[in-house]
């Protein structure tokens, strides 16, 4: 990761302690959400300290998509709570730094974890619902009815732009995240499993299967293992699925993060 020079970074640094001294901190709302100033420097901040084990992007690498915090309509103050004081029992550690950092990280990881929630008013909301129900929802859950296979969709259309959208549909496997890897298991006697790798160590692999099952296997049980890089999601390409349709299903994910977050 490319690193910023020592003059650039003090110059952010003396331009964000300024904003910093009319804020007040460790209160429930964030004071830099929207400061582009703010932002900047929490995303130098979190690429210094945290991009080593969240990725660059905070999608994740050995710890959790942080961009996916916001689909479960947790607050900032919350998000600001866990860096503060860590997860006890894994690898993120509480940090001692000043609140106005943590605020800083916590407004640029919003900045890249939200979008602007507009339905579209060309938008069939009733068919689009329609049409999730009877091509989304065996794999997907919204508002908890659905499948399990997949990320719940309550809240996507809040944190993943419609361009990400209509891409995740129309290519799949172009993308995919961290927690629906695609993963083959072929055991001594021949017999194929397939599913998303949910955890693995040394010594076992534990698979969410097709049936969507919960499994867990001993590498000692195994003839191979075979990481695809096909997504389990079928291709939604414009004979499967019309340009219109698929912006009638955008606008009804829309619609629900809209009414979820109200």
Same mark, same amino acid.
């Given at each position: 990761?490319?690193?910023?020079?020592?003059?650039?970074?003090?110059?952010?640094?003396?331009?964000?302690?300024?904003?910093?001294?009319?804020?007040?901190?460790?209160?429930?709302?964030?004071?830099?959400?929207?400061?582009?100033?703010?932002?900047?420097?929490?995303?130098?901040?979190?690429?210094?300290?945290?991009?080593?084990?969240?990725?660059?992007?905070?999608? $994740?690498?050995?710890? *959790? %998509? !942080? #961009? /996916?915090?916001? +689909?479960?309509?947790?607050? @900032?103050?919350?998000?600001?709570?866990?860096?503060?004081?860590?997860?006890?029992?894994?690898?993120?550690?509480?940090?001692?730094?000043?609140?106005?950092?943590?605020?800083?990280?916590?407004?640029?990881?919003?900045?890249?974890?939200?979008?602007?929630?507009?339905?579209?008013?060309?938008?069939?909301?009733?068919?689009?619902?329609?049409?999730?129900?009877?091509?989304?929802?065996?794999?997907?859950?919204?508002?908890?009815?659905? $499948?399990?296979?997949? *990320? %719940? !969709? #309550? /809240?996507?259309? +809040?944190?993943?732009?419609? @361009?990400?959208?209509?891409?995740?549909?129309?290519?799949?496997?172009?993308?995919?995240?961290?927690?629906?890897?695609?993963?083959?298991?072929?055991?001594?006697?021949?017999?194929?499993?397939?599913?998303?790798?949910?955890?693995?160590?040394?010594?076992?692999?534990?698979?969410?299967?097709?049936?969507?099952?919960?499994?867990?296997?001993?590498?000692?049980?195994?003839?191979?293992?075979?990481?695809?890089?096909?997504?389990?999601?079928?291709?939604?390409?414009?004979?499967?699925?019309?340009?219109?349709?698929?912006?009638?299903?955008?606008?009804?994910?829309?619609?629900?993060?809209?009414?979820?977050?109200?």
């Amino acid at each position: 990761m490319m690193r910023l020079r020592p003059l650039c970074l003090q110059l952010l640094f003396l331009s964000f302690s300024l904003l910093a001294s009319i804020a007040a901190f460790a209160q429930p709302t964030n004071p830099f959400i929207g400061d582009i100033g703010s932002i900047r420097v929490g995303g130098a901040l979190f690429g210094a300290r945290c991009a080593t084990c969240h990725g660059a992007d905070a999608q $994740g690498i050995v710890a *959790p %998509d !942080l #961009t /996916r915090l916001w +689909a479960t309509g947790v607050e @900032d103050y919350r998000v600001f709570q866990i860096v503060r004081e860590g997860v006890p029992g894994s690898i993120m550690p509480a940090s001692p730094a000043p609140d106005n950092e943590l605020w800083a990280i916590v407004a640029y990881l919003r900045s890249i974890s939200t979008v602007e929630l507009v339905v579209d008013a060309n938008a069939d909301l009733q068919r689009g619902e329609t049409l999730f129900e009877s091509t989304c929802a065996t794999c997907h859950r919204v508002n908890g009815q659905g $499948g399990s296979m997949g *990320p %719940d !969709l #309550t /809240r996507i259309a +809040a944190i993943r732009s419609k @361009d990400l959208l209509t891409s995740a549909l129309r290519d799949p496997s172009a993308l995919i995240a961290a927690r629906y890897k695609p993963i083959t298991l072929v055991l001594h006697d021949g017999t194929r499993v397939r599913g998303t790798l949910k955890s693995e160590d040394a010594f076992s692999v534990q698979i969410m299967d097709s049936d969507q099952q919960l499994r867990g296997y001993r590498l000692s049980q195994l003839r191979e293992l075979i990481r695809d890089t096909e997504s389990l999601m079928p291709v939604y390409d414009a004979n499967a699925l019309s340009d219109n349709d698929l912006n009638n299903i955008l606008g009804y994910l829309v619609n629900v993060a809209t009414l979820t977050a109200n």
